[in-house]
């Protein structure tokens, strides 16, 4: 995704920095929250798809609050009237004459202010991990934000913090480094304590009532920064507004499950809940069969061939397991099982085949690499059809392998014999297959 160039709106004497990403038929604007800095925010990689993904259905603006990133910094910061002048200015530079405000963490008090004093801006509101006042029901004190002023003066210029805003990727290096220069560069440390003695007199509780906008509000449940009754609580007060409870700790909404909050988003403002492509992993698949199985149960009867079935299934769960693969599901008279490594598949279903001749009885096997879908425990696609009809074409005692598993695992000591090229039903073209040895 390549980012537009930066801009900059006039508020008076005080310049702001913003981006308009996306084309959307809804304009959206992200009032961010405690740091920003419109351009290295794009920096980490997890904020970089829930850009792209937000862009996908609306129209982003978002933008440095004085104070922060490439913003005018005054020495202070801003009031909450200041603040709603300055979103004015943005909207107005960036040709917006009615959007969603998506208020995060510290913007979505002035949010939900600008909601309350400008409905004829406001298409809607979104919220998320946020408050009217973090002094409500003694969750968050004056000791609270003297520790972390403390900790600010003792850790400020490396990621401090993470294990509050973003606790799933506080030892994550990658993270740890973006976070450490996002904070330095989007405000300065005397900034940052500012902003933290701010929350101590913001309180936007009295207006709650007057919010007359479609209101969202999105919180995770175990958010150390903002509690979660702090949501509930906006929710509760805000006329008609419908809270969404997310799993997870992060206080950073683009960290963690942040498809969960996108797809409430998406729905919220289009009305429609996205589909969710399946989730597509390489796999080398492996089918087993039991030869002549129909015969055999005719013969052993219901009971015996149940008894037969189970120790089948033991058997064969007991070599995936051992070459390090997934047990998908029995099939009735066969199995389903997905490798990460080709090589390890086929050994495995060379052991099958050997080792099943003690329980009287021959399978065939079939194995083929590509990508598969994965459909809860279960997975999908046209890599496990073909991975089925390389099975039905062994012959008893036999592993068979697409021409795909073949070249994957030159080197590994599996010799193969052709057998031939084949047409496989239901799939494209004629198919080289291979009997492992």
């Given at each position: 995704?390549?980012?537009p160039?930066?801009r ?15 084309e ?5 604007v ?26 996908s ?11 922060q ?8 910061p801003?009031?909450?009237e200041e603040?709603?002048?300055?979103l ?9 004459e ?9 913007g979505?008090p ?5 909601a ?16 009217a ?13 003297d520790s ?6 003792e ?5 401090v913090?993470a ?25 300065s ?8 003695t ?27 920064v903002?509690?979660l ?27 963690g ?14 009305g ?5 492509e399946?989730?597509?992993?390489l796999?080398t ?7 002549g199985?129909?015969?055999?149960a ?26 390090r ?15 990460d ?47 089925a ?6 012959g008893?005692?036999?592993v ?35 009997a492992?040895?």
């Amino acid at each position: 995704m390549d980012l537009p160039r930066t801009r900059y709106a006039r508020n008076g004497e005080v310049n702001l920095a913003y981006k308009v990403i996306g084309e959307g038929p809804i304009d959206l604007v992200l009032v961010p929250g405690f740091v920003w800095h419109v351009e290295l925010f794009a920096e980490y990689p997890a904020n970089l798809r829930f850009m792209e993904r937000i862009a996908s259905f609306a129209r982003v603006i978002t933008y440095d609050k004085r104070e922060q990133g490439m913003s005018d910094r005054l020495g202070r910061p801003p009031t909450l009237e200041e603040s709603m002048e300055d979103l004015h200015a943005v909207m107005d530079a960036a040709g917006s004459e009615r959007a969603v405000l998506f208020g995060a963490s510290e913007g979505g008090p002035m949010s939900m202010l600008f909601a309350a004093t400008h409905p004829d801006r406001t298409r809607a509101l979104v919220l998320y991990g946020t408050f009217a006042s973090l002094y409500t029901q003694s969750l968050i004190g004056d000791e609270s934000l003297d520790s972390l002023m403390q900790l600010f003066d003792e850790d400020w210029g490396g990621p401090v913090g993470a294990h509050l805003w973003a606790p799933s990727v506080a030892e994550d290096p990658e993270f740890t480094e973006w976070w450490a220069k996002f904070l330095r560069q989007g405000t300065s440390l005397r900034g940052a304590k500012n902003l933290l003695t701010l929350y101590r007199e913001i309180d936007v509780r009295p207006i709650l009532g007057s919010i007359d906008v479609p209101t969202l509000v999105l919180h995770r449940e175990f958010d150390m920064v903002a509690p979660l009754p702090l949501g509930q609580q906006l929710a509760d007060r805000i006329p008609g507004a419908r809270l969404v409870m997310l799993e997870g700790s992060d206080h950073i909404w683009t960290i963690g499950d942040q498809d969960s909050i996108l797809d409430e988003v998406e729905e919220f403002v289009t009305g429609q809940r996205p589909g969710r492509e399946p989730e597509r992993v390489l796999s080398t698949v492996l089918f087993t069969d039991i030869v002549g199985s129909t015969e055999r149960a005719a013969t052993m009867g219901d009971a015996g061939w149940r008894e037969l079935l189970g120790r089948h299934d033991t058997l064969v769960r007991k070599h995936v397991d051992r070459h390090r693969g997934r047990a998908i599901k029995s099939l009735g008279d066969g199995y389903l099982a997905t490798f990460d490594g080709p090589a390890r598949g086929v050994r495995c279903a060379q052991d099958i085949c050997a080792e099943v001749e003690r329980l009287g009885i021959e399978v065939r096997a079939g194995l083929h690499t590509g990508e598969c879908e994965l459909i809860g425990d279960d997975v999908g696609g046209m890599a496990v059809h073909i991975g089925a009809r390389v099975s039905a074409k062994a012959g008893p005692g036999e592993v068979l392998v697409s021409s795909t598993v073949k070249d994957l695992v030159v080197g590994s000591g599996l010799e193969f014999e052709e057998r031939g090229e084949t047409a496989l039903k239901g799939v494209p073209g004629e198919w080289r297959l291979f009997a492992a040895r």
